[in-house]
C-alpha cells in the first residue's frame, strides 16, 4: 500500500493507493470513528459495477450501509441534485457523525463533498475515487461544489475528506475516453510542477494507455503528492493552489459554452493547457517548442487541443467568470517552461483573442 499524506493540522487525513485497495474499507472505516449508518453516493453506471460490493463489504463489517445511486454524468452536479440528496439523509435520519462516502468519478465526488460539508453543517466525508481523473485530483484537496448553469462549480465550499482510499483496479473498467481525461489533468502536474514527471509520462506513454497497474500507481502517486503539496501551502487558494487552475480558465469557459455536454471536464482542460501556452508563447514567457511538446503530449493521449464549436466572443465572455477573476481582472496561469508557471493578471485582450482564434480553428478534428 502507497500513502500520501495531506497534512493541514487538524483537517489532515491520508490518500490509500493500492490495487484491491477498496477490499479494506471496513478496516479503514474502524479507525475513522465514524456511526455505523453510513450513505454511500454513487452515479448508476459506477453503481452498478461496484455500489453492491462496497456495501457489502461494508455490511459485513458491521455497518449499515446505504447506495443512492444518481444519473451518471456532469449535469448531476447541480443544487438540484443535492437537494434529492439532503432528502435522502434526512429520511434515513443520519446525523452529524454519520459519514457520507464518495463512490464514483469527480462529478460524484463534487456532489457528495457538497452535501457533506452542508448537510447538518457538515458530516464526515470519505473519497473513493473511481476514474482515473478522480484518483489523481479532485478526491484530494476538498474543493467540492455543484454547477450553475451559468459557470462551473459556483456554488461550492472548501471541505476536506477524512480519507481517500484509491483502488487502482477500479481503472480496468473505465472506458478510454475517461481515461485520457484523467490523463488531461496528470499532464497539467508535470506541466506546473515537476519537468521530471512530464518527461516519465512522455517515455511511458503506450504503458500508461495499456494501463499498466505499476505505472497507473505511479501516477496516481506522484499526482496525489504534488496535490498535496501545494494545498499544504494554501488551502483556500489565497495564492499558489491557483496554479492547480493551468488549462481551466479557458476550459471552464468552453465547458460552459458547450452547456457541459461536448467536451468533458479534462478534455476542455486540454484545451485550455493549449490555450494558456499560446497565450504564454505571444507573450514571449514560453518558446514555440514548448508548445509544441505540450501540443504532441495532449494528442498522444487523444486528447482534442481546438474547440470549433466555440467562438471567440462567447468564449471571451465566459472567462469572466472564473473563479480567479478579482476586480475584473482574470489571473491566468502562464507557462514559463515545462515544470514551471507563473500567475499573471495583465494580460492584453488581443492576445487572449489571439489565442482564442487559434484554439477554435477546426484545424484539428476530434
Ligand atoms: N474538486 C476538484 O478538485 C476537481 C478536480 C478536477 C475535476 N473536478 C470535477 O470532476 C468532474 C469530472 O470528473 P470525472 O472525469 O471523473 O467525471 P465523471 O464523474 O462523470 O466520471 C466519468 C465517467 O466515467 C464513469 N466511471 C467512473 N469510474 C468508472 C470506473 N471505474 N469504471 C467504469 N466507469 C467509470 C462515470 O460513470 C462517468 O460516466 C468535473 O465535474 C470536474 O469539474 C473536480
Ligand atoms: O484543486 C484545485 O485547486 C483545482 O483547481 C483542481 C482543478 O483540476 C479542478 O477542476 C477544480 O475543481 C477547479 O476549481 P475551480 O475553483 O476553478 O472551480
Ligand atoms: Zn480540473
Not at 490509500?16 to 455505523?36: C, E, P, R, Y
Not at 505571444?282 to 504532441?296: E, F, G, P, R
Not at 487541443?305 to 472564473?322: N, Q
Amino acid at each position: 500500500m502507497v500513502n500520501v499524506k495531506v497534512k493541514l493540522e487538524k483537517r489532515s487525513y491520508n490518500i490509500h493507493i493500492d490495487v484491491s485497495a477498496s477490499n479494506l474499507i471496513g478496516n479503514f472505516m474502524q479507525t475513522m470513528k465514524v456511526n455505523k449508518k453510513i450513505l454511500v453516493i454513487s452515479d448508476t453506471t459506477v453503481g452498478n459495477l461496484y455500489g453492491r460490493q462496497m456495501v457489502e463489504l461494508l455490511v459485513k463489517d458491521g455497518y449499515a450501509a446505504e447506495l443512492c445511486c444518481v444519473s451518471t454524468g456532469e449535469h448531476s452536479k447541480s443544487v438540484d441534485m443535492a437537494m434529492e440528496l439532503y432528502t435522502k439523509a434526512i429520511t434515513l435520519k443520519l446525523d452529524r457523525n454519520c459519514a457520507i462516502i464518495a463512490l464514483g468519478g469527480g462529478v460524484i465526488g463534487d456532489l457528495s463533498g457538497f452535501v457533506a460539508a452542508t448537510y447538518l453543517r457538515g458530516v464526515p466525508f470519505i473519497q473513493i475515487p473511481t476514474s482515473l481523473l478522480a484518483q489523481v485530483d479532485s478526491s484530494v484537496g476538498g474543493k467540492v461544489a455543484v454547477n450553475h448553469p451559468m459557470g462551473k462549480n459556483l456554488i461550492g465550499a472548501f471541505y476536506q475528506p477524512r480519507m481517500v482510499l484509491i483502488d487502482i483496479n477500479f481503472l480496468s473498467t473505465l472506458p478510454n475516453r475517461e481515461l485520457y481525461t484523467g490523463l488531461a489533468e496528470v499532464i497539467k502536474y508535470g506541466m506546473i510542477a515537476d519537468k521530471e514527471f512530464f518527461t516519465y509520462l512522455c517515455d511511458h506513454y503506450q504503458q500508461i494507455l495499456d494501463k499498466r497497474p505499476e505505472v497507473l500507481t505511479e501516477i496516481v502517486r506522484r499526482s496525489c503528492e504534488i496535490k498535496a503539496w501545494v494545498v499544504e501551502q494554501d488551502e483556500c487558494e489565497s495564492s499558489i493552489r491557483a496554479i492547480l487552475n493551468f488549462g481551466h480558465t479557458i476550459g471552464h469557459a468552453i465547458e460552459a459554452d458547450t452547456n457541459f455536454s461536448r467536451y468533458n471536464h479534462g478534455e476542455a482542460v486540454a484545451i485550455g493547457m493549449y490555450g494558456a501556452a499560446l497565450i504564454s508563447k505571444h507573450l514571449n514567457m514560453c518558446s514555440q517548442a514548448t508548445v509544441d511538446i505540450l501540443k504532441h503530449i495532449l494528442l498522444q493521449f487523444n486528447l482534442p487541443v481546438s474547440a470549433p464549436e466555440c467562438g471567440i466572443d462567447d468564449l471571451f465572455k465566459l472567462l469572466y467568470r472564473d473563479k480567479k477573476v478579482l476586480d475584473n481582472k482574470i489571473t491566468w496561469v502562464l507557462l514559463n517552461e515545462i515544470g514551471e508557471v507563473k500567475l499573471c493578471n495583465q494580460v492584453p485582450e488581443n492576445i487572449v483573442k489571439l489565442a482564442l482564434a487559434e484554439i477554435t480553428q477546426s484545424n484539428t478534428p476530434f
